[in-house]
């Protein structure tokens, strides 16, 4: 790899967006008071899935013949207190799950007897009209509560459930994509239906990130479609489905949007598009307040430049084990690497680069520019093959507004460089500058810190 390769990839190493996704959608708000505040250690700063591993491997040396089966290490996990949602002011509402939409005129929602009985589950123990307590719905479901079902007209329907794991996959707390697969083929096996999915990908629904999988289906002759959002809480699978048919589809879609919008959210302002542009010699995000010019000793990496750096920075991270493909793919969808630039010397480079952390954390780390930065040095300094000298972290106004700064000098595979590392968060996005430079090169990379204003 050449000398100006390895400077790019830099820059894709140093986006914090592939260290923060190692929880893999379970969510702790929802079970858990705000933790007293403490003294963080590097223990703390490590990946929650690295963390994980560490304790079940510990804990699997620790037990005795035949007390964990093939000496297979268990997932340690705070089961959720599942309450019923609730019909409120003309709104259903689970505060457990955080899930609230509005249930319109036009919409049926069936008895907790009814529901059994769809599912060919006993209801002696209810009266009529009567609701059943989530213990006594999830028992009856064996394992799976299902909290509302909803018809939106006779052949199209929401189900609301949630499935306990503990009970249905005795303790194997699947993630959303592989709980996907696990349910596709056990329908395959048991229905004489068809299951195709036709896409995944990861969404956010109000402040709360979900997989979304869309399916056709084949029923008895009848083909519908499928909308079906997971994500994984503890020991539950939080489970929303829409299914219709292709002619109800608006329908589908205006129930969806409606799971979004009903509070306000902490976003960033919406009226001007995330990405900027390079307009009349200047670069200009106006969602951000960024301006710069692009100056004559600066030359723009092409999107097919960056795409290739980035393609194998994170080859490299995967092989590394320091990120996992899912990891990856949250950080690839949440951050937005909006410029990248050469400098004079044709090495150097800067990238401006935009991360939506409800995206690429899910709101689970949620952290400040601080601790933001504690868990970039942390994960720099497990770099196999990147020598890091840590200098004292320090604030700088750019354009009127406080930034975070982080200095580096760095040997990375036998090459001198220096880094910095600069970043700021607004509302749900951390607004990074990116700098790594040679010797020689300290007086452009102060001119173009001084060229930054407002819009």
Do not use: W
């Amino acid at each position: 790899m050449k000398k100006k390769c390895y400077i790019a990839f830099l820059t894709v190493l140093l986006t914090v967006s592939t260290i923060l996704t190692g929880c893999k959608g379970t969510e702790r708000n929802a079970v858990s008071e705000e933790p007293a505040e403490v003294e963080e250690t590097e223990e703390d700063l490590k990946p929650e899935e690295e963390k994980a591993k560490e304790t079940d491997t510990k804990e699997t040396d620790t037990k005795e013949d035949g007390e964990e089966e093939s000496g297979k290490a268990v997932e340690k996990v705070e089961p959720v207190n599942v309450v019923r949602g609730e019909v409120r002011d003309g709104m259903f509402v689970n505060e457990t799950f955080d899930i609230r939409f509005p249930l319109t005129e036009d919409m049926t929602l069936l008895e907790d007897s009814e529901i059994l009985e769809v599912l060919g589950a006993d209801v002696g123990f209810l009266e009529e009209g009567a609701t059943a307590a989530a213990q006594e719905m999830e028992d009856a479901a064996g394992g799976t509560l299902y909290d509302a079902v909803i018809y939106l007209d006779d052949n199209s329907n929401v189900m609301l459930t949630y499935e306990n794991m503990d009970v249905t996959m005795n303790g194997n707390y699947l993630d959303e994509r592989r709980y996907v697969k696990h349910v596709k083929d056990a329908l395959e096996q048991k229905s004489p239906g068809k299951y195709e999915i036709k896409s995944q990908k990861t969404v956010m629904v109000e402040d709360v990130q979900y997989l979304r999988v869309d399916l056709d289906v084949e029923m008895e002759g009848n083909e519908l479609k499928e909308i079906f959002y997971c994500r994984r809480v503890e020991n539950y699978m939080v489970c929303i489905t829409v299914t219709f048919e292709e002619d109800k589809r608006q329908e589908a879609e205006a129930f969806i949007d409606s799971l979004n919008g009903s509070r306000e959210s902490g976003t960033a302002d919406s009226s001007h598009p995330i990405s900027g542009a390079v307009e009349d010699g200047f670069y200009v995000n106006e969602t951000f307040g960024i301006r710069f010019p692009i100056t004559d000793n600066m030359s723009i990496m092409s999107a097919g430049d960056m795409e290739a750096v980035q393609g194998i920075g994170n080859e490299y991270l995967e092989n590394e084990g320091i990120v996992s493909s899912e990891q990856m793919e949250k950080a690839s969808n949440g951050t937005l690497y909006d410029l990248a630039i050469y400098l004079e010397d044709g090495v150097s480079n800067i990238s401006v680069c935009y991360e939506d952390l409800d995206i690429t954390n899910g709101g689970i780390v949620n952290p400040d520019e601080e601790r933001y930065g504690k868990i970039l040095r942390y994960t720099l300094s497990r770099l196999e093959g990147f020598d890091y000298e840590f200098l004292e972290d320090s604030s700088i106004t750019l354009g009127g507004r406080d930034y975070y700064r982080m200095d580096f000098d760095v040997n990375a595979m036998g090459i001198d460089a220096h880094q910095i590392y600069i970043f700021r968060r607004e509302e749900n996005y951390m607004t990074s500058f990116i700098i790594t430079y040679q010797d020689g090169m300290e007086q452009q990379i102060e001119n173009f810190l001084n060229s930054i204003t407002d819009v």
